[in-house]
């Protein structure tokens, strides 16, 4: 019986694929984060978790992050100040924004301090969510608890609930 050949057993050992050296390594991470970064903002949390999916080396991955951050390429207050703007034109109240800047991996500090800068009237947002999707006043309870139950998703509390749909009636004249 005849041993079946293949070309790898007449190759050098050299010429095998070698893991890339640290240096090289390096090199992919920083360009893998800049290319991310350069299509849009990122929380360093968020790019940490997407670069840990493509290397192994977290070492290497914080360093880079530090990098970035010297750089002035990742600053979690700027990208949390951004997504609260981009929450709030999307009519989402306080509570909705903080937990998905939660779920993203935002600090608590950088959650509040942005949350503070963007001197909304969240009753205002409120009403002005409420009306874009609700047309006329509400006709009875189950009206009104659908109502509330967006607002509710939309991630306002109790009390910018309340003055949002007393408003909503009042401008109908109910």
């Known amino acids: 019986m005849s041993k ?47 670069l840990a999916r493509q290397y192994d080396s977290s070492s290497l991955i914080d360093g880079v992050l530090d990098w970035l951050e010297e750089l002035s390429y990742l600053d979690d207050q700027r990208y949390a100040a951004m997504f609260v703007r981009a929450a709030i034109a999307k009519r989402r109240g306080p509570m909705r924004i903080r937990l998905e800047m939660k779920h993203k991996g935002l600090s608590a500090m950088s959650i509040d301090n942005a949350l503070l800068e963007s001197d909304i009237d969240w009753h205002a947002l409120a009403l002005e969510s409420l009306q874009g999707r609700f047309a006329g006043p509400a006709v009875d309870i189950k009206d009104k608890s659908k109502r509330y139950r967006y607002l509710q998703a939309q991630g306002f509390n109790g009390d910018h609930i309340h003055y949002a749909m007393a408003e909503a009636n009042a401008a109908v004249g109910e």
């Open 4 to 50: 079946i050949v293949s070309i790898d057993d007449y190759r050098e050992e050299s010429y095998k694929e070698q893991p890339p050296s640290d240096s090289e390594l390096l090199a992919k991470i920083k360009n893998s984060a800049l290319a991310a970064i350069s299509r849009r903002e990122f929380c360093r949390a968020e790019l940490c978790s997407k």
